[in-house]
């Protein structure tokens, strides 16, 4: 499974952003699909996540209420919709893939990864 993750830029505290993650590959839709982010100098934090069977979703504490996972396993692709941004939200946010059902956050289960993309909270 290869994964591009895109949609980052620079937003306004409050705004909103939708990040995309493009996978390539048939069985795509077996797989469980997180979203982590890294700020400098912190270490990879869970944001997200979605099972491939059944679209079971879970979500960080920091986000939850605010960020919204979804999947069209017809499109290979996986969304992350980020409302009312704050400024603690900036980094790189990376999306990866694991072939178990049951949703992990920890990154080292996590067997694909995308090149990440770089949200900018700021006024």
């Known amino acids: 499974v290869q994964l591009q993750a895109s949609g980052g830029g620079l937003v306004q505290p409050g705004g909103s952003l939708r990040l995309s993650c493009a996978a390539s590959?048939?069985?795509?839709?077996?797989?469980?699909v997180g979203w982590f982010r890294q700020a400098p100098g912190k270490e990879r934090e869970f944001v997200a996540a979605i099972s491939g069977i059944g679209g079971t979703t879970h979500y960080g504490g920091s986000v939850k209420d605010r960020f919204t996972i979804s999947r069209d396993n017809a499109k290979n692709t996986v969304t992350l919709q980020m409302n009312s941004l704050k400024p603690e939200d900036a980094a790189v946010y990376y999306c990866?893939?694991?072939?178990?059902?049951?949703?992990?956050?920890?990154?080292?289960?996590?067997?694909?990864w995308g090149q990440g993309t770089l949200v900018t909270v700021s006024s």
């Open positions: 590959g048939r069985t795509f839709s077996r797989y469980t």
């Open positions: 990866a893939a694991d072939i178990r059902s049951s949703i992990a956050t920890t990154p080292s289960v996590y067997d694909y």
